[in-house]
């Protein structure tokens, strides 16, 4: 038996055999656990709405604080390795591939993610970068996963799924509360929040937090030099302004900084740069007020705005500065005892000034991106509330492809209180980002002779070229026709009580994409754009440039366990299953696009025990498989995580995590060929906390 799978045998055994009916403290954790109240957990993220679990007509799953807790994570991707139906793989130290139900990659593009209802959605390349969307994980309330598309809702690039990662409010986070520790990879890290009145009908708090975390390596003794750190301030407060309105103001700034290996092409000899520790330095803020009024039962009219402010550059020269204004305004209405409104507008613009080196340009440096939407979903309730039809659309105007539509069709039968079926058919879309409209990206130099060696079709262009004795720049080119991608979604689900211990959640969809991005040698008698020249370096220029011609079918199932063998004692478990089959347009080749279909196991698989011991100890253990990504050369992998707890007193909490426990180290995902970076490997890693709540 090889070492790894003695360990998670070790560990499963562990979990089990300290079991104990004896009643602690530390099962005040589980107050929130009882199978029949996971059911009434409420959500909002599926219909704009406060609604149960159990009335979601759609594939949401919820974390909420204690699963967040115990868990033992530090960020919020890692708590997503706890979803079903996610795929969230590291990169380096720094940065993840996250996405859900396919096209998976550092630069996954068919997600999106809010933090309390705000945007953090770059339109750089249609994604989010991870490494500064944080916040005190005390904090979080719970985080709502919505697989498949919410843009009947959120709007457009809401396409495989959203995230909605929802703080407390600053009346449950009144008093002190200091957590710190370190470790092995966690070098450092504290975090402080403090929440007190602010008046007969107001509250606040502020927090505080700085980490320091360890580089990855390339190999068991070789750093891979992606260590990174940053620092993070906030606030939150609210109002009552009377009887019927309240007032929320909340806002966030960062300051951090990360290192990463990165090979840049360079325009003379040996024509490429290999930088060790790039360092990128990333800032941030943002603000929201958010105005709610209850004009009667089933009546609320609700304002939000927010600004968006972040800068991130690297010392090779290139950099983005982005601002983003956004305005909603919702009414929810009930029109009658049977049929519920909502309707709304909204307005966002995008500011973007990014500043060029060699390997990235822009042919828009400085460009301002509005969007104008509306939206509107009824909701009719029959048979005494145990059939619901909801129907709706969203409908929005951007600067890249005009009028978009996005509408879903949804049933939701209870037959009783302990089962609900539901299905869906979803139109979605996901409309140009900035690096498919105008960015330039090269990824090498080479001679003309060496131009079929990366692609034969490239031969065909060598007549083109305006230098006839320059070497090459090749790279990637957006184009302003790139169109938006499209989806059309049918979803089939259920999700019920079994037993008394025992709750399941299963769903399973079909997606048919049209659209999808490719990358392809064009005839520069076609696209002008293929074809370039750099005076300044004498050099050629030979771009791929950004098309629409790839379509697919996209088809799984997934499914989450909720089981409490015992009283102090209760697991949280997933399986998913995934399959894409991807086909190019005639006459289109390229096997990189191609490539999707093999970067997302087939099958995945997580649980996580969490056992209340006796005197006041809590044990956690999260086993985790997943099957092997071909596109990317990683083979099938399980690992581990474990944490004990231990509350000598109400107040104080002491805890000890290993994570990635059952290998040395492992690399869970590939480089990414168009930025050049280099790719480390997740070490095993212990560390300790203290958390303190006076």
């Given at each position: ?36 109240a996971?059911?009434d ?15 979601s ?12 807790k ?13 979803v079903?139906?996610?795929e ?19 630069f ?26 944080d ?85 068991p ?39 990463g ?12 740069s290999?930088?060790?520790e ?6 941030g ?17 609700e ?13 090779g ?28 507008l ?102 003309q002779?060496g ?25 990637f080119?957006?184009?302003d ?37 490719t ?45 409490q ?5 209760k ?14 347009d ?12 093999h ?31 071909s ?13 004990i ?27 990414n ?19 303190w709540?006076?």
């Amino acid at each position: 038996m090889s070492l790894h799978k003695s360990w998670m045998i070790g560990l499963a055994a562990l979990s089990f055999a300290l079991l104990a009916p004896t009643h602690s403290a530390a099962q005040d954790d589980f107050a929130g656990f009882d199978l029949e109240a996971l059911m009434d957990v409420e959500v909002f993220s599926v219909s704009k709405k406060a609604q149960s679990l159990a009335d979601s007509a759609a594939a949401v799953y919820v974390l909420n604080q204690q699963d967040i807790k115990r868990s033992g994570a530090t960020t919020i991707p890692e708590l997503l390795r706890l979803v079903p139906g996610m795929e969230v793989a590291r990169l380096d130290s720094n940065a993840w591939a996250v996405t859900a139900r396919g096209f998976n990659g550092r630069f996954a593009n068919k997600l999106l993610v809010l933090i309390d209802g705000r945007s953090v959605y770059s339109p750089l390349f249609a994604g989010v970068n991870w490494d500064v969307q944080d916040t005190m994980l005390e904090d979080i309330d719970r985080i709502e996963v919505v697989r498949g598309p919410g843009g009947t809702i959120w709007g457009a690039n809401a396409v495989n799924g959203v995230i909605n990662i929802i703080t407390k409010s600053a009346v449950d986070t009144q008093g002190t509360l200091v957590s710190a520790g370190g470790g092995t990879y966690e070098h450092g890290f504290v975090s402080v929040r403090q929440g007190t009145k602010i008046s007969e009908s107001g509250h606040v708090r502020v927090y505080g937090k700085y980490f320091d975390r360890d580089h990855f390596e390339n190999t068991p003794s070789d750093s891979g030099n992606d260590e990174w750190d940053q620092g993070r301030v906030g606030f939150k407060a609210e109002w009552d302004l009377d009887e019927v309105s309240t007032l929320t103001i909340q806002g966030d700034a960062y300051k951090g900084e990360i290192l990463g290996s990165i090979t840049d092409p360079t325009p003379t000899p040996p024509y490429s740069s290999f930088n060790a520790e790039q360092q990128t330095d990333m800032t941030g803020g943002n603000a929201v007020v958010e105005f709610r009024r209850w004009l009667g039962d089933d009546n609320v009219m609700e304002f939000k705005a927010y600004f968006d402010s972040t800068s991130r550059g690297d010392d090779g020269g290139f950099s983005e500065k982005r601002r983003t204004i956004d305005a909603t305004f919702q009414h929810n209405v009930a029109l009658s005892d049977s049929f519920d409104f909502i309707w709304g507008l909204g307005y966002r613009l995008n500011s973007s000034d990014i500043r060029s080196d060699f390997a990235v340009s822009t042919v828009k440096p400085a460009e301002q991106n509005p969007v104008y939407s509306a939206f509107l979903q009824g909701q009719l309730s029959l048979l005494d509330d145990k059939l619901r039809f909801t129907v709706g659309s969203k409908f929005e105007d951007n600067e890249f492809t005009g009028f978009e539509w996005q509408p879903s069709a949804r049933v939701l039968l209870r037959p009783d209180e302990t089962n609900t079926f539901w299905g869906s058919i979803s139109r979605a879309v996901r409309t140009p980002s900035n690096a498919e409209d105008s960015i330039r990206t090269l990824i090498s130099v080479v001679p003309q002779a060496g131009l079929p060696l990366i692609d034969p079709a490239l031969a065909g262009l060598i007549p083109f070229l305006p230098c006839a004795t320059c070497d090459v720049a090749f790279g990637f080119a957006g184009v302003d026709s790139y169109e938006s991608e499209e989806l059309l979604a049918y979803e089939l689900g259920w999700r019920g009580k079994v037993t008394d211990r025992l709750n399941l959640d299963i769903a399973a969809y079909f997606n048919d994409y049209d659209n999808l991005r490719t990358t392809e040698v064009i005839s520069p008698l076609v696209n002008p754009t293929t074809i370039g020249f750099d005076a300044a370096n004498l050099l050629n220029q030979v771009f791929l440039t950004s098309a629409n011609n790839m379509e697919g079918e996209v088809y799984g199932a997934e499914i989450a366990a909720a089981i409490q063998p015992t009283d102090n004692w209760k697991i949280r478990s997933g399986y998913n299953y995934i399959k894409l089959d991807l086909e190019l347009d005639a006459g289109v080749t390229d096997p990189a696009s191609l490539g999707f279909e093999h970067a997302s196991p087939h099958h995945q698989v997580f649980a996580h025990s969490m056992v209340d011991l006796p005197a006041n100890f809590s044990l956690d253990t999260i086993l985790r498989w997943k099957d092997r990504v071909s596109d990317h050369d990683v083979d099938s992998a399980w690992n581990a995580d474990v944490r004990i707890a231990w509350k000598p007193l109400e107040q104080i909490e002491f805890s000890l995590v290993g994570q990635n426990l059952a290998t040395p180290s492992e690399r869970e995902f590939g480089n990414n060929v168009v930025i050049g970076n280099a790719n480390t490997r997740a070490p095993r890693g212990v560390y300790g906390k203290i958390t303190w709540t006076p």
